[in-house]
């Protein structure tokens, strides 16, 4: 690569800029920290602590998926323990007062250069076509332009001895991976790319291999110890949806949960999220190649994958070259003093039969985090669709659908944690239609509906605690 298309600095300019931009981050996190919990009565705590120094307990976590609460945010009730909510229809994440505190918090304390992002997925993360071009001189913006400060930005040093880090062969990016395999070994491939190239970002994206039936389970829990490896290690993760699955009927299904959960860890964890999923589903053959897994790149004359003009934005891998450099823009800009975006709204209610948490068919796919042993509410011991004793505290949602839907909702415990899911019709006993253990498929009309997830009682203990849920529309 030319060494005028790189843009290095001197090293008391780049010294000067790194400076800047952390007292910046650590001014903005020190803003949005003093405002944390004052939104609930509950009680985690003020909320400080957590950002500055929960995540380094959190490096290996994978083991239950849980304790990423944080105590970024005061609970208004026993669910709703997210860190912020990610608005469905959203293409990138707002970088609100949380989200940039948590960043600010993380790169406080990291070695990380703030220059160096590591790339961290499976096979369209390998991809030559994947970053490599924004090192060369093959760029045609298009209509993007404004994104040549952050590309530069990161061209000004090398992440190893011979390529920055757009052009890296990342040591956390491997075909075929699923997101546990960049958690094998000792050191993990995760820890030898950071180790390697001391980034302060990476870009996350994992699950098109996990887009099996008994893939879903273990991915929430691998892709939530990917992120907390990254924080753990002083790294900011903007994590990814991943594309569709035109391969199979049956793997598309599964990659829209796999997305809802992709959604749900970003959000649990207040890190930057990327919807790749929706701009690549209006493409023809969603931007696919013909095996229906791979991104294609525009070609003409050659393969261009950072040519962002409108005739190449039809294809997936341009696409997602232009909404992750995108995603590195809005973040660079902000952490170094842009305006922040509005947060979206809390979750409505208390998780409770008289005012349950309200879930809007707008709002889908829908997820949260919550601990059902904080419930104070235990109404229904056993349901009509069902003879198990759910006689442990519960937590309630009430779904509002304009039209008939099918549905599927899917709920993820820490160890030791036993909850079911309960579809009523009626917020009663008598009104549940359906139930199941982690499971749940509906075909429910429009109206309101309940969704409970309740404790069931083992041995006379109700085995209550934390659970993750997502809720969303099949095909």
């Known amino acids: 690569m030319m060494a005028a298309a790189r843009g290095r600095r001197s090293t008391a300019t780049t010294a000067r800029t790194t400076a800047t931009a952390l007292l910046a981050v650590t001014l903005l996190a020190a803003a949005a920290l003093a405002g944390c919990g004052d939104d609930g009565d509950g009680g985690s705590g003020d909320g400080g602590g957590a950002l500055d120094g929960g995540m380094a307990g959190d490096a290996q976590a994978g083991d239950d998926g849980g304790g990423g609460d944080d105590g970024a945010v005061t609970p208004s009730g026993p669910g709703d323990l997210l860190a912020v909510r990610y608005p469905a ?179 649990r964890r207040a890190v930057p999220l990327v919807d790749l999923w929706q701009r690549l589903t209006p493409l023809p053959d969603y931007g696919l190649a013909s095996d229906g897994i791979h991104l294609t790149s525009f070609s003409q004359g050659g393969s261009h994958p950072c040519w962002l003009t409108p005739a190449a934005l039809m294809e997936g891998m341009n696409q997602r070259n232009l909404v992750s450099l995108e995603a590195f823009d809005r973040l660079r800009r902000v952490l170094d003093g842009g305006a922040l975006e509005a947060a979206a709204p809390r979750l409505a209610g208390r998780g409770t039969w008289a005012d349950p948490y309200v879930i809007d068919a707008a709002a889908l796919p829908f997820g949260d985090a919550g601990d059902s042993a904080r419930s104070v509410t235990s109404e229904v011991g056993r349901y009509a669709c069902g003879a198990q004793d759910e006689g442990g505290a519960e937590v309630v949602y009430r779904v509002r659908l304009a039209a008939g839907t099918a549905l599927r909702a899917r709920v993820f415990t820490d160890d030791g944690v036993d909850v079911d899911l309960h579809w009523l019709d009626a917020p009663r006993a008598d009104g549940c239609v359906a139930r199941a253990d982690k499971l749940l498929d509906v075909t429910a009309a429009a109206g309101e509906h309940w969704l409970v997830v309740d404790s069931f009682v083992s041995g006379g203990v109700a085995r209550a605690g934390g659970y993750r849920l997502t809720l969303l529309e099949t095909p």
């Open 89 to 267: 229809g959203a293409l990138h994440s707002p970088l609100s007062a949380e989200v940039v505190a948590r960043a600010g918090a993380v790169l406080a304390g990291s070695t990380g250069r703030r220059d160096v992002f590591a790339k961290v997925g499976a096979s369209n993360t390998v991809s030559a076509g994947f970053f490599h071009c924004y090192s060369g001189s093959d760029v045609m913006w298009g209509g993007s332009a404004a994104l040549q400060p952050t590309r530069d930005y990161f061209l000004r040093t090398l992440a190893d001895a011979s390529a920055d880090s757009f052009e890296r062969n990342s040591l956390a990016a491997t075909v075929g991976w699923q997101a546990s395999d960049a958690l094998q070994g000792s050191p993990t491939p995760l820890a030898q790319e950071i180790a390697a190239i001391r980034p302060a970002f990476a870009i996350v994206l994992f699950g098109t291999n996990d887009s099996f039936a008994a893939g879903v389970a273990p991915f929430e829990r691998s892709l939530t110890g990917v992120v907390d490896t990254l924080l753990g290690a002083g790294v900011v993760p903007i994590v990814s949806t991943i594309p569709p699955r035109a391969d199979s009927a049956s793997a598309d299904a599964i990659a829209r949960e796999i997305n809802a959960i992709v959604r749900l860890v970003a959000a």
